[in-house]
């Protein structure tokens, strides 16, 4: 099985900020990973598939990176309903697996 | 506009069963693959199970093989999860999700259906 190891499991920032979140599959997974947000109550929403391809209507300071085993999740300036849970996901090979959630708080 | 309706959540008792559904529509049912992924209150997201476009093909995670069974009515456009011999670590919210045509990765999610598994 992938494992998905993301970090940081929570991080503190404020209106403007640049806040990076990172994944690391434990064997290489090529391009084939995905990167959602989930607010409270809320159904995950698809944000950046295969590696850094941005989805319909998500906004271009979302943006993603990397190749074979690590990957980032970059938001360039945090804006106030970017507050919530970001999950990796990757699509290599079954069983499909999610890292453990990165939860972005005010600071 | 894609839409997904799941229903039949509700609280079983522990080595029960019971059967979601998960009403599609505004896609071509039939062309893209689906999947169900759970969350376990304050947990994150777990994948449990996902059926090839057609449904010529059919995956689960180790922790439900052999318990759930996935499966589509290709003419209502209405995918199933069956779900027996329930266990407590199996309430979650259950998320019917239609995946990009390329790539196992959930595009469009449906609200969730609430399954509480009593011991």
């Known amino acids: 099985d992938v494992r998905m190891t993301q970090s940081p499991s929570s991080v503190s920032a404020s209106v403007g900020d640049r806040v990076t979140v990172t994944c690391r599959a434990s064997q290489d997974i090529s391009s084939a990973l995905g990167w959602y947000q989930q607010k409270p109550g809320k159904a995950p929403k698809l944000l950046i598939s295969d590696v850094s391809s941005l989805q319909s209507g998500v906004p271009s300071r979302f943006s993603g990176s990397g190749s074979g085993t690590d990957f980032t999740l970059t938001i360039s300036s945090l804006q106030p309903e970017d507050f919530a849970t970001y999950y990796c996901?990757?699509?290599?090979?079954?069983?499909?697996?999610f890292g453990g959630g990165t939860k972005v708080v005010i600071k | 506009e894609v839409q997904l309706v799941e229903s039949g959540g509700h609280l079983e008792q522990s080595g029960g069963s019971l059967r979601l559904s998960c009403a599609a529509s505004?896609?071509?049912?039939?062309?893209?693959?689906m999947s169900w992924v759970r969350q376990a209150p304050g947990k994150g997201l777990e994948w449990v199970a996902s059926i090839a476009k057609g449904g010529s093909d059919t995956f689960y995670a180790d922790s439900v093989k052999g318990r759930f069974t996935i499966s589509g009515d290709n003419s209502k456009s209405i995918l199933f999860l069956q779900m027996s011999s329930l266990r407590a670590d199996d309430t979650a919210l259950y998320f019917c999700?239609?995946?990009?045509?390329?790539?196992?990765?959930?595009?469009?999610w449906g609200q969730g259906a609430l399954v509480i598994v009593s011991s």
């Open positions: 996901q990757q699509a290599h090979s079954f069983p499909l697996t």
């Open positions: 505004g896609f071509a049912f039939t062309k893209y693959p």
């Open positions: 999700a239609k995946n990009l045509a390329h790539l196992w990765l959930p595009d469009h």
